[in-house]
């Protein structure tokens, strides 16, 4: 199967030269078709966000490529990664913006790397269609196209925000523990709107998650990192046997309880 995203020994150091020198991703590779759902898991400092944050273009590469569809995107900016890239982050409050409507945020996030001309900002056709996409979430939204997000609940806004990620049908989708502020109820939601968009857009997509169970409940594969690197990498039957315990034991992650 052709790959769609392809990481070529990656790496990536902040502080070059100085005494706070780190390295945090060390010859990394790492290949994923598209409909891949990749967990990520690893202690504070193992390289996650980082990888994600390459990926996406916050951090530029010291070595290595990275390869979206056949296409190097190495070096390219940020804001043109964006048109094949959806992301959500952590805080619930980054994704949107906090004192628009909801319609205005789905409005900007549909029209991402598209040529808009002068046609009006929200049509009656896209008022429609963002009704019944919202009500296909379950979060009472629909009934709030005209309220600004800053308003919303955690949950509420943060499948809100992964709704956005995804409206514009991105090639690749980056979750970087993007239900870690969430109440449990909410998480569960989250993270079963993610599988549903995830698999039913057949989308590539990267979670980073602190919570061992859902690394190996979600996706069809799992990598853990340390150090920058990928020492792990779980998919078939070796990771439908894996459970909790045997990761903590056998990579001495720290067994907080939090995690299980």
Partial sequence: MEKLLQIHNLKKVFGAG?????????????????GDF????GNNGAGKSTLLNCIAGVFPADEGEILLDGRNITKMPEYKRAAYIGRVFQDP??????DMTIEENL???????????????????DKKEFREKLASLGMELEDKMTQKVKLLSGGQRQALTLFMAVIAEPELLLLDEHTAALD???????LSLTEEFAYGKKMCTLMITHNMKDSLHYGNRTILMQDGKIVMDLEGEDRKNMTVEKLVEKFSIDNDRMLL
Avoid: M
Avoid at 38 to 41: F, P
Avoid at 93 to 98: E, R, W
């Fill in 184 to 190: 449990p109820a909410a998480a569960e939601k989250v």
């Fill in 38 to 41: 990749l967990t990520v898991i």
């Fill in 93 to 98: 409050l980054k994704g949107t913006a906090f």
């Fill in 18 to 34: 100085t005494i706070n020198e780190k390295t945090a991703i060390r010859d990394l590779s790492l290949e994923l078709s598209a």
């Fill in 107 to 125: 409005a900007i996030a549909a029209a991402k790397g598209k040529c808009r001309g002068l046609q009006p900002g929200i049509t009656r056709a």
